[in-house]
């Protein structure tokens, strides 16, 4: 039973870091119809770029850390949105997709070949003791994971629909043509979106870079159990992307500890097959009508 | 089994005809060059020369499945996988002659495509994607972890190449020229399958599937079918692919080469026959022309692409199509 507990904190912690980024990814399909294949290089990149600031320039940490998240902001939030989506959005969903698929490759050869081929690592807000709970030895990283991660998507909820600015985001998601009917500046809001969608990956990098190391590949499989967890949970739901992150992540924890640490990958997999099979617009999503 | 016709008067001008005849010849030209293109470029050349060949192959399955029927699989390298493994493990374990294994190889891709195709397709389209994401990733797992049947990371060495009417085709030469032979006879064979009512089915799908549907075609059977075929032909590509390298392990058909495959279909043009060959150029023997730039050149690949696809999404076919007719309105306007 300890060790029982003690996986699933480890799997709500992963899953809240796919949450995340699963929440990007569906913002991003809500209000532009793209589908972000390297959203896991932008979880993967922004750990990498302060760890740069830090050693190019011999920033102190906070310094280095204010850099390098301005950039990743400026560069993959707004720069992403005005260079790559935005002449290539009237050419429809598929070539946008694989222009984000050469995207993730000049992401991940980038730092591999900018910053370093091994895997860094990357300081802890936290420390990394170890507590017990329930009778369970529980990793204070894990749970600060858990708790930033939440605060964040809290904070999110609240932004989209507590405040003006965010009921102006959500109503562009659902309909930009009404959106730009009654007043609201869509191209602000889409914009505003893509700086959140990078702002989330920049919060997911910040929470796992210290356990996970700072390494160009760690996108890889972050990206995809990320796109997993957002089609699981329903593609145009955010609430659906939370639900889908945290299963895949406990699963998974749960896979590799009980089922076979070599086919631990196959479970979120057999989930997911099964999931669209049964229920094809995910778990929490919408029927989206069929446009003819 | 033939697909009900399209006829329509007035989109059925004679000119298409006489341009998919441009296309053959073109196809035989292009295969008399390579018989002779390696004359003179070494080992390694030609090596690179038949691995291009090799990976148009797998393209040209993934663009009848994309291009012309408009269905996006994420695991054109699995298939692959699936057909250099067959053939690898039959010929290298059980003394089964290359062409059956061939043959086996392709049969045994076309299978998996229909069993992996219906239930997805029966969902809703789009969801192909998700099931082919998985099922990429499920062979390549069984790739890694089987040992006893795939060796594992060590992978099968000592994959022999076939022999043609009692010619050994040991020699980079020999075998480059059994390869242009192979691709030849499997390109005409989808020149000939797009030219035909069931090609015209599949376009006519990719363009307005619900338009198609009221013309009388089952829309899911012949996406299926196109899906399958598509799939048979990486399980082709991978049937060449492992007597061409001699050793096979998991790493090229992985998730991520899928994915690249459908990188090199969209930026050589998805939807022209001669698309999957300029995207295989693009990412099989760019990156060796790339290689004074060392490990940067995955990065000059990958911006070349993404700066292609943001001024012609329709890839370099789609690029050509554009110079070229912009080409005759003016030569047709000074006229």
Known sequence: MAEFIAYLIAGIATGAIYALAAIGFTLVWQTSQTINFAQGEFVMLPAVLILLAVKLFGLPLWAGGLLGIAVFLLVFGAGFKLVVVDPMIKHGVLPLAIATMALSIIMKEGAKDGFSAEAQSFPSLVPTDMITLLGASISLQHLAIIIVAFAAIGLLQWFVGGTKLGRQMQATAQNPTVARIVGIPVERMVLLTFLLNAALAVVASLLISPIYLAKFSNGETIGLFAFIAAIVGGFNQVRGALVGGLLIGVADSLAAAYVSSQYRLAVPLVLLVAIILIKPEGLMGRKEERRV | ?335
């Not at chain 2, 060059?33 to 390694?44: D, E, H, N, S, T």
């Not at chain 2, 998700?130 to 594992?152: D, K, P």
């Not at chain 2, 035909?196 to 012949?222: C, H, K, M, Q």
């Open chain 2, 1 to 335: 089994m033939s697909a009900p016709a399209l006829q329509n008067p007035a989109a059925a001008p004679r000119r298409p005809a006489r341009r998919i005849d441009a296309a053959l010849v073109a196809l035989v030209l292009g295969a008399v060059i390579l018989w002779f293109a390696p004359v003179g470029m070494g080992r390694y050349g030609t090596y690179v020369l038949s691995l291009w060949l090799v990976m148009s192959i797998g393209v040209m399955g993934l663009n009848l499945t994309l291009g012309y029927a408009g269905q996006t699989s994420l695991a054109q390298a699995a298939f692959m996988g699936l057909g250099a493994y067959a053939t690898a493990i039959l010929t290298t374990k059980y003394g089964v002659s290359w062409y059956a294994a061939f043959g086996l190889s392709g049969l045994l891709t076309f299978a998996v495509g229909i069993l992996l195709g219906f239930p997805a397709l029966r969902v809703r389209t789009h969801y192909l994607a998700f099931v082919t994401l998985a099922f990429s990733t499920l062979i390549w797992l069984v790739l890694r972890n089987e040992q006893w049947l795939t060796g594992g990371v060590f992978g099968i060495s000592n994959i022999n190449r076939p022999d043609f009417l009692g010619i050994k085709l040991f020699g980079a030469l020999e075998f480059h020229r059994f390869v242009v032979v192979v691709t030849l006879i499997l390109s005409l064979a989808l020149w000939w399958l797009i030219r035909s009512p069931w090609g015209r089915a599949f376009t006519a799908l990719r363009e307005n599937p619900v338009r198609a549907a009221s013309l009388g075609i089952d829309t899911r059977a012949y996406t299926l079918l196109a899906f399958a075929i598509g799939s048979a032909y990486g399980g082709f590509a991978g049937s060449l692919y492992a007597p061409l390298v001699e050793f096979i392990d998991p790493s090229p058909f992985s998730l991520s080469q899928s994915l690249f495959l459908l990188l090199m279909v969209v930026a050589g043009g998805a939807g022209y026959l001669f698309g999957p060959f300029i995207g295989a150029l693009l990412g099989v023997v760019l990156p060796e022309w790339l290689r004074f730039a060392g490990s940067l050149y995955l990065i000059i690949f990958a911006t070349i692409v993404l700066a292609l696809l943001i001024v012609c999404p329709q890839g370099v076919s789609g690029l050509f199509e554009r110079g070229w007719n912009a080409f005759r309105r003016k030569s047709g306007g000074a006229r």
